[in-house]
């Protein structure tokens, strides 16, 4: 397999990390994260723990908050004011889903605009659809567009087609592609003859949650495929799309595990940066 088609997320990761741990260092500063979990959700923990552990690696304080599933909503709206408040935090990121008794939409449009690296709130999602340079990005589609501009560059004019489209990944992406020149689809469950949709695709990014969907008659020759999803099949982890099926279509394709994943972690750090330096009025 030549392996110059795949689009190595660890090893673009390491590099946003390092950069940013040099930039940090070089500051003297301490950018400050907390992370809220509700609930035990167990990939949520090993998630959560992953997050803290980058934080801390690149120089920067995490602090986790580890809530028990019956928290009601204003016990953790009460925390997420505090943290607003606090001068030595910079992000706050509240783990989703939430259980039941908790309100998802209160919970992200209490976070300061300012803090919420998630950019999961009303306020910066509508940012990015506005094409605003202040919008904080959600991780995940940031992460997706720093792996197609190492690949391709430039992102104008190509047609993406995006499969999924919640509020956390095809949205935001759809949008900020969209903000980057590109065509854009947004394919769904509901979508008919979905193949010849993907298949006229420059770019494909599959998010949908369904392990090795995409096949290689979904995907034109030549694309570069991003694979966002995460699904664990028999014990192992896979994507949304089948890898070895794909390999030959594709001009390229990120893997899973070692995809997606790893750059959105770092892209969730850059967003805690980038927090801290606009809370402190300095210049990136
Ligand atoms: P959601 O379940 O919220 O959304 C899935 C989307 O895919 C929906 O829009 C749904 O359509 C669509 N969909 C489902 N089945 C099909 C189908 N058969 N054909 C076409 N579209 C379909 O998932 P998320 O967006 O939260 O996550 C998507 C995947 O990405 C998951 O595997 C998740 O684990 C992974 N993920 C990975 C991250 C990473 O860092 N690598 C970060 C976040 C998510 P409809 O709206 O009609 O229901």
Redesign the pocket.
């Known amino acids: 397999m030549n392996r110059e088609k795949i689009i190595d997320g660890k090893f673009l990761a390491q590099k946003v990390r390092q950069k940013l741990a040099e930039e940090i260092k070089a500051r003297g500063v301490c950018p400050g994260l907390a992370v809220i979990l509700v609930g035990d959700d167990e990939a949520s923990l090993i998630y959560d723990r992953n997050k803290k552990k980058a934080a801390e690696a690149v120089g920067m304080k995490c602090d986790f908050y580890h809530l028990p599933e019956t928290t009601p909503e204003t016990e953790l709206l009460a925390l997420i004011d505090s943290l607003n408040r606090a001068e030595d935090v910079h992000g706050i990121l509240v783990q989703l889903p939430l259980p039941p008794q908790i309100n998802p939409q209160n919970v992200l449009s209490a976070i300061s605009p300012l803090k919420d690296v998630d950019g999961f709130s009303p306020c910066n999602a509508g940012l990015l659809m506005a094409n605003s340079a202040d919008a904080v990005v959600a991780a995940?589609p940031k992460?997706v567009l720093y792996m197609l501009q190492s690949v391709l560059g430039n992102l104008s004019g190509k047609h993406a087609v995006i499969?999924?489209?919640?509020n956390?990944?095809?949205k935001p992406l759809a949008a900020l592609l969209l903000n980057h020149n590109c065509t854009v689809t947004v394919?769904?469950?509901?979508?008919e003859n979905?193949k010849e949709i993907t298949g006229r695709a420059d770019i494909l990014v599959a998010?949908?949650?369904?392990p090795r969907?995409v096949k290689k008659d979904w995907v034109k020759k030549g694309a570069v495929v991003i694979d966002?999803?995460?699904?664990r099949t028999e014990g192992k982890l896979c994507g949304?799309v089948d890898f070895e099926d794909v390999y030959a279509q594709a001009s390229y394709l990120s893997p899973v595990p070692g995809g997606?994943?790893p750059l959105?972690v770092a892209m969730l750090l850059t967003n805690t940066f980038e927090a801290f330096l606009k809370q402190n009025r300095l210049k990136n």
């Open positions: 995940t992460g499969i999924g489209r919640s956390i990944v095809g394919v769904h469950s509901k979508t979905i998010a949908c949650g369904c969907m966002v999803g995460i699904n949304d997606v994943g959105t």
